[in-house]
């Protein structure tokens, strides 16, 4: 069992710079799949970033490519989500996300999908104002 915490979220004006932090229980964390989701009112949880187990390669939505950066650091059981130039859609509540890597590694399409995760935060509030 793993629980995930979030925090860093908070309002922003637009071009600013926001880095939300997801501390995870558990000493199997290593060996986690990470990723972070966001949901904006009246629409679908959709993801963000992800970065597997090892940290040796992260992921991202075509929306936040070149602005946001997903770093791990496994000695402290924490992801980050560093998210620099902010835009007013950018506005979502952003939710931690967990599962365990399978041998042989996820694709992006399997990494980016949140059927694919067993475990969820309970999320932070980022608003970005215009």
């Known amino acids: 069992q793993v629980q995930l915490v979030e925090s860093g979220g908070g309002l922003v004006q637009a071009g600013g710079s926001l880095r939300l932090s997801c501390v995870a229980s558990?000493?199997?964390?290593?060996?986690?799949?990470m990723g972070w989701f966001r949901q904006a009112p009246g629409k679908e949880r959709e993801f963000v970033a992800a970065i597997r187990w090892s940290g040796s390669r992260p992921y991202y939505a075509d929306s936040v490519k070149g602005r946001f950066t997903i770093s791990r650091d496994n000695a402290k059981n924490t992801v980050y989500l560093q998210m620099n130039s902010l835009k007013a859609e950018d506005t979502a509540v952003y939710y931690c996300?967990?599962?365990?890597?399978?041998?042989?590694?996820?694709?992006?399409?399997?990494?980016?999908?949140?059927?694919?995760?067993?475990?969820w935060g309970r999320g932070t509030q980022v608003t970005v104002s215009s």
């Open positions: 996300a967990a599962d365990p890597a399978p041998a042989g590694g996820r694709s992006y399409y399997s990494i980016s999908s949140r059927y694919e995760y067993d475990y």
């Open positions: 558990g000493r199997t964390f290593s060996s986690y799949d």
